[in-house]
């Protein structure tokens, strides 16, 4: 017995890769930025260990 496809079937897709943004680009010469998600901002920012810490 042949299989039917319905044309609602889900068609499977390969995951796209996140979008890759360099640091340097970011920040853009600073060691802060703001972003804002929702209602609230959050700060991502460079220590002086050079790593980065996300706060709200």
């Excluded at 890769?17 to 460079?46: C, M, N, Q, T, W």
């Excluded at 002086?48 to 709200?56: G, P, R, V």
């Amino acid at each position: 017995m042949k299989e039917k496809h319905s044309l609602s079937s889900p068609i499977p897709t390969q995951p796209t890769a996140p979008p890759r943004l360099r640091s340097e680009d970011l920040f853009a010469g600073g060691k802060v930025v703001v972003i804002v998600h929702g209602d609230r901002e959050y700060r991502l920012r460079i220590t002086t260990a050079n790593k980065l810490i996300l706060t709200a």
